[in-house]
């Protein structure tokens, strides 16, 4: 064994340090994503999703090449490790990988818009946190157009550090808001 001293980088995911806080990001992952799409020059958006979009498997034509599309999605999913605010629309476009529509595309790349324009961001972690833990859930009702289930989502934080996440369609269709919530909760205990 050898000792290669503190670690700065591994597999895409950089990692900045002092004596009490630690910054965990993926930069130059997210640069040489954004070269591998071609949007170095594109417009940013300040948001990953448009709230009023409601993707569906037979909106738009085929993509005649899904390949790219595919690896874009993948790549994101990569990137979700340090940046829970994609969770959710990585989620949405990851659904429609097998037939990827022009809709499709577009969210996708409004997401790599937005990842542009948060390009610096990551996760915080600090020595000097309370130790008390605390979770967040949430839940649309009913929010996929296609089989009514609702999407939740939830967050753990240690103190200021946020330790877990995730963005997931629910089992099954909740027939109320307050259903939908309940399981919500359920599933984030």
């Given at each position: ?113 937005y990842l542009k324009s948060t390009l610096f961001y990551g996760l915080h972690y600090s020595?000097?946190s309370f130790l008390k833990h605390h979770a967040y859930s949430d839940t649309d009702w ?34 109320s808001s307050t259903k939908a919530e309940y399981r919500a909760l359920a599933g984030t205990?």
């Amino acid at each position: 064994m050898k000792d290669l001293g503190t670690l700065n980088y591994f597999l895409g995911l950089e990692i900045s340090h002092d004596s009490f806080d630690y910054f965990l990001s993926h930069t130059k992952y997210a640069s040489d994503l954004l070269t591998r799409a071609a949007l170095t020059d594109c417009k940013t958006t300040s948001t990953s999703i448009d709230p009023q979009t409601r993707l569906t498997p037979l909106d738009g034509t085929l993509l005649s090449n899904a390949t790219l599309y595919r690896q874009l999605v993948g790549n994101l999913i990569y990137f979700t490790v340090t940046r829970p605010d994609l969770s959710y629309a990585v989620h949405i476009v990851s659904q429609y990988m097998l037939a990827s529509r022009t809709p499709h595309y577009d969210a996708l790349l409004r997401i790599l818009r937005y990842l542009k324009s948060t390009l610096f961001y990551g996760l915080h972690y600090s020595s000097l946190s309370f130790l008390k833990h605390h979770a967040y859930s949430d839940t649309d009702w009913a929010g996929d157009p296609t089989d009514r289930r609702s999407t939740t989502g939830f967050c753990f934080f240690l103190g200021d550090s946020l330790i877990s996440w995730r963005s997931k369609k629910q089992a099954l269709t909740a027939r109320s808001s307050t259903k939908a919530e309940y399981r919500a909760l359920a599933g984030t205990t």
